[in-house]
């Protein structure tokens, strides 16, 4: 095939001999493509992984070393530390959801679809009993009242026909406004009304008034109605928790090493890749954990990332080892004071987003 002497692409000027363009860094070869040249650009774009990837991984399994090199300039084998922050998180969340999705969590979701079964059967058996109450006196011959309460009888063989006619929103729902459970006014509705009405509507139906008592009535309705998708929901903003922990944090370290001179995105730039570290291992060990003790492989993550974490310091910073083990626990305790806080914020947002 001939070269060309511009650039298919962007019209970049070639010479003759040159098999890329200097511009765009597409082939320089004919409009023209064969079959096999179709199939083999298919399969190269397919499994020609970016080695970028393998060359971040593998700097990031050594303590600190991912930093120290970007630092240095030696940025362009790497991604950015922000892009590999998120895929690692997005994976690890990924991989949560799919085993939370084969586990026991299913049950969350079955609770609403249970409670609607059980109201639409008790009032179907309500208006069964209520029927025979009038063929009865229409019919009252003993035969026929036998065969009507047979009838109910097996209508309510393994259905909850007699349990009260109520949910309960933070143990079951009937108001008694005068209960108190756990200090607070325990407000119960009928299940019609829970399962028929809009959240809003029904607390003015029930009178709840107060600004967190409606908050706290309406979203959990809306969280039992929702079921094991809350989880996802929740799961769905650890990602964006993490993100806005990573600034504070890099102040934290900041005000520890306040004398050594480092500028606050190099703190930045070493916890986004910690973490990023942490993320790959967290991943790790929801797969490892399948087949082996869970319990085990948590505890052995909680160590290699202490560990991690540790040395870390200890090679990006270059302070005596008495020195980094006492910020080692400082930078500790700030993470879990501020991971405390952004947990409480994310989950008030979350809620009152929902």
């Known amino acids: ?130 029927l025979s109450q009038s063929l009865k006196e229409e019919f009252p011959q003993a035969p026929v009242a036998e065969a009507l309460d047979s009838l109910k009888a097996r209508f309510a063989v393994g259905k909850k026909i007699h349990i009260p006619d109520s949910i309960d929103l933070t143990t079951s729902l009937i108001i008694e406004k005068t209960k108190v459970l756990n200090g607070k006014q325990a407000v119960k509705v009928a299940a019609k009304d829970a399962l028929e009405m809009r959240e809003k509507d029904l607390a003015d139906k029930y009178g709840v008034t107060g600004f967190w008592e409606r908050l706290t009535l309406i979203q959990t309705l809306r969280i039992l109605k929702a079921g094991d998708q809350i989880v996802y929901y929740a799961l769905g903003n650890v990602i964006w928790m993490m993100l806005l922990m990573m600034p504070l944090l890099a102040l934290a370290l900041k005000f520890l090493y306040i004398r050594r001179g480092h500028y606050m995105v190099e703190h930045l730039v070493f916890a986004l890749h910690t973490h990023s570290f942490t993320f790959v291992l967290i991943t790790l060990a929801f797969l490892t954990g399948r087949w082996w003790e869970p319990g085990t492989v948590a505890l052995l993550a909680v160590g290699i990332t202490a560990l991690y974490i540790l040395l870390a310091m200890k090679r990006y910073y270059r302070q005596g080892w008495i020195k ?22 994310t989950t008030v947002v979350s809620m009152l987003l929902f």
Not at 24 to 49: A, H, M, P, T, Y
Not at 60 to 89: C, D, S
Not at 103 to 110: G, I, Q, V
Not at 327 to 334: C, E, G, H, S, T
């Open 324 to 345: 980094t083990l006492i910020k080692y626990a400082l930078v500790n305790f700030m993470y879990f004071f501020l991971l405390s806080i952004a947990m409480l914020l």
């Open 1 to 130: 095939m001939e070269n060309l002497s511009n650039c298919l692409n962007c019209g970049h000027p070639l010479p003759s001999d040159d098999r890329f363009c200097p511009s765009c860094g597409q082939k320089n070869k004919s409009s023209f493509i064969s079959v096999r040249e179709f199939l083999g650009d298919f399969f190269d774009q397919l499994f020609n992984l970016d080695n970028r990837i393998f060359r971040t991984l593998a700097a990031l399994l050594v303590p600190g070393k991912l930093t120290l090199a970007w630092f240095a300039g030696r940025r362009k084998p790497f991604y950015h530390p922000l892009r590999i922050f998120i895929v690692a998180a997005a994976v690890m969340l990924t991989v949560a959801t799919l085993l939370l999705r084969n586990s026991d969590l299913d049950e969350m979701d079955r609770f609403w679809e249970r409670q609607k079964i059980t109201f639409f059967e008790k009032r179907s058996y309500d208006q069964i009993d209520s």
